[in-house]
């Protein structure tokens, strides 16, 4: 059985100027242990999609349909009180500036072990030996546990709520551009501490980032997200080094390769889709060059181009 | 590139031994205890030339002093020490027609096009308003006319559909834009652009990227581009310029950040960006992080965090000192790295003390 499955999901915002189809039919997989990128510009459904999965939408949004199973249960169908039990257990996220999310007048130990009271039996006692383990898990100096939030670097409080993520031994993490914030350096011990903990824990992991690099070094698989679909979807080194769909070849054309050629990078002309109103047939055909007839009426399934490795593009075979 | 009138300097912009140093606000108590005075060395003796036309980055992690460099080049903050030379004149010059022709012609672009523009202005104001302060007199048609010609350069056309828009009826790229045409609207010789792309999405990025570059192309002007971002630096400038803890560490072409490095810092820098390969290569991690610039480490202030120290880095601060044609490194043991690094052969010392001379 699959850790994770999202089959379908369709998450909505209803809004003044109408019904935001944010999220629209996107589904994928995880096993224990395997950790999948989502990658797209601002706007495409990333973020949306994770908190969907944690069922921490904000109260306009909705999920319209599809199903969300975590081992097995669909978290979609549960109550508010039962969701409760299996966030942060279960299932627990570590937000883009999480760092500025600590309460500045309360010590940084104390507000992981109130995490660890909420969710457990323990004694203050206990509480405050998890602490200390957790702080040595996450390579923060055991001599910082009485310090406040202010007390600490941008990194060391991103690595503080991550120990706090880590807090209940949650079967899947979600990163929500955990490092967007930080220096390279600080980036970089990050992602090591993260893949080092999935490693030993088999934990899972969601990682939403818009660049590109980041998913290569530290993903299984990957999906690009366009206007709140899945464009592509694959293990991570055959969608990198072989992109199937239009919009992942120009996303890749806009990093720099710092391993290759100097070329200049190129933009991807056009803006994303009002997702009001999506434009008919292929979400990115406005956008996309090598746009056919077919493409602005019908909208493309998904098509297998090798294993495992899915685009949404009516000529997905021949791109490859 | 080099486009060098008579009776002008070669280097547009010329900085010597470059230091800012912010004194912190001592607490009352401090202050009755009669506690030394603490200071900042937010950029502790900076020196390099740009020539005209061309891009030089400064590159380093955050409080590394690459944006106060800029800002005192820009003389928007002051020096405590050392010299910035524009067209051959110190910035912090007083004389009035001269500062009115510097404020023309350096600019800046700032990261945040969101904060950047006046929420309150239209478009075609924002765009307008460096010339209708210039002090030069132009009639509305000329103003209209050239601000017209700086949007559609920068790619905002037709420019009559902007004119009279608000910045928050615009994207983020389009702000950028809009910024860019501000600073363009003057033909500035020198702009500091101070993380211009950063909060822009990947697939707009280009397009900015792009302008600058077309704007030396046109204008011959030069930059200063600050970013945290190697793969950046690496792409559009000619030159990079690492820095940390307020001092530049190395400098050199930009192969230097595509592996070419000596410096061990530097090295640390480029090993720890996130690649496309699927399986990356074991890298070794500086472990903690950038010491506070209040209390800076005796000798290399690197040495405590560099895998490579020996006695002589925590005793004695290394110079800059050129290790290949253009390349100038701090670092006691540079040569060594040298052979490493694969950057070719060393290069005898010249006994040369100006990074300028050699660039």
């Known amino acids: 059985m699959k850790l994770l499955e999202v089959r379908n999901l369709k998450t909505y915002f209803d809004t003044r100027e109408g019904v935001v189809r944010a999220v629209d039919d996107v589904s994928f997989s995880l096993e224990k242990g395997e950790a999948i990128g989502l990658v797209g510009e601002s706007g495409c459904g990333k973020t949306t999609t994770a908190l969907s999965v944690l069922q921490l939408l904000p109260k306009e949004g909705r999920i319209a349909g599809g199903e969300i199973l975590l081992n097995g249960e669909d978290f979609a169908a549960k109550s508010e009180e039962e969701l409760r039990k299996h966030r942060w257990r279960d299932v627990s996220i570590v937000f883009q500036g999480a760092m500025n999310a600590l309460n500045p007048v309360m010590k940084v130990s104390r507000q992981i072990a109130e995490a660890l009271l909420l969710h457990e039996e323990l004694t203050e006692e206990e509480a405050r030996r998890r602490v200390l383990a957790l702080f040595d898990l996450v390579e923060i100096s055991s001599s910082l546990v009485d310090c406040y939030p202010h007390e600490f670097s941008g990194g060391m409080r991103q690595r503080a709520m991550i120990a706090m993520a880590l807090a209940c031994g949650p079967k899947l993490i979600v990163g929500d551009e955990p490092t967007t914030a930080l220096d390279v350096m600080v980036q970089a011990q990050i992602l090591a501490l993260l893949g080092k903990l999935r490693r030993e824990f088999g934990m899972a992991m969601i990682l939403i980032t818009h660049d590109l690099s980041i998913v290569g070094a530290n993903c299984d698989q990957v999906a690009v997200m366009y206007g709140g679909k899945v464009a592509e979807i694959g293990p991570v080194g055959k969608v990198l080094r072989n992109p199937c769909h239009p919009y992942t070849q120009r996303l890749l054309k806009a990093f720099p390769d710092i391993r290759g050629e100097r070329e200049m990078v190129q933009s991807i002309p056009g803006f994303p889709p009002n997702l009001v109103t999506p434009p008919p047939g292929c979400r990115f055909s406005p956008r996309c060059d090598a746009a056919r007839e077919i493409c602005f009426s019908r909208e493309p399934a998904m098509r297998c181009v090798e294993p495992g490795h899915e685009a949404a593009c009516h000529f997905a075979e021949e791109r490859s | ?359």
């Open chain 2, 1 to 359: 590139m080099k486009q060098v009138r008579e009776g002008m300097t070669e280097h547009i912009v010329d900085v010597r031994d470059l230091k800012v140093h912010f004194e912190i606000r001592r607490s009352f108590l401090d202050t009755l205890l009669g506690r030394n005075k603490a200071t900042v060395k937010a950029v502790d003796g900076v020196t390099f030339s740009l020539r005209r036309g061309e891009i030089l980055s400064l590159v380093g992690e955050s409080g590394s002093g690459k944006t106060t460099t800029g800002r005192a080049i820009l003389n928007l903050v002051a020096k405590s020490g050392g010299e910035a030379l524009f067209d051959g004149a110190s910035v912090s010059n007083r004389d009035r027609e001269w500062n009115r022709m510097f404020r023309k012609k350096a600019q800046m672009i700032f990261q945040d096009p969101y904060q950047s523009l006046n929420p309150k202005d239209m478009i075609v104001d924002i765009v307008s308003e460096p010339l209708r302060i210039d002090g030069d007199h132009h009639d509305q048609e000329e103003l209209l006319a050239r601000t017209v010609e700086a949007l559609e350069f920068a790619g905002l056309k037709p420019a009559e559909t902007y004119l009279y828009k608000y910045p928050n009826e615009l994207s983020g790229g389009q702000r950028q834009r809009v910024a860019i045409a501000a600073a363009f609207i003057l033909s500035p010789d020198f702009i500091v652009a101070d993380e211009p792309v950063s909060m822009l999405d990947a697939s707009v990025r280009a397009d900015i990227l792009n302008l600058m570059v077309k704007m030396r192309e046109t204008k011959n002007t030069s930059y200063l581009f600050i970013t945290h971002d190697l793969s950046l630096a690496w792409l559009i400038s000619d030159r990079v310029a690492i820095m940390y803890l307020g001092k530049i560490m190395e400098i050199g072409s930009h192969r230097i950040v595509a592996g070419s490095c000596v410096h061990p810092y530097s090295r640390a820098l480029v090993d720890a960006l996130p690649t496309m390969e699927e399986k990356p290569r074991e890298r070794a991690l500086l472990k903690g992080e950038t010491p506070s610039p209040v209390k800076l480490p005796p000798g290399c202030r690197f040495s405590p965090r560099c895998s490579h120290v020996r006695p002589q880095c925590t005793r004695e601060e290394p110079e800059l000192r050129c290790v290949g044609e253009g390349h100038w490194a701090a670092c006691h043991f540079a040569e060594e790295f040298l052979s490493k690094s694969g950057a070719g052969d060393p290069v005898p010392l010249q006994g040369e003390e100006n990074p300028s001379c050699a660039q």
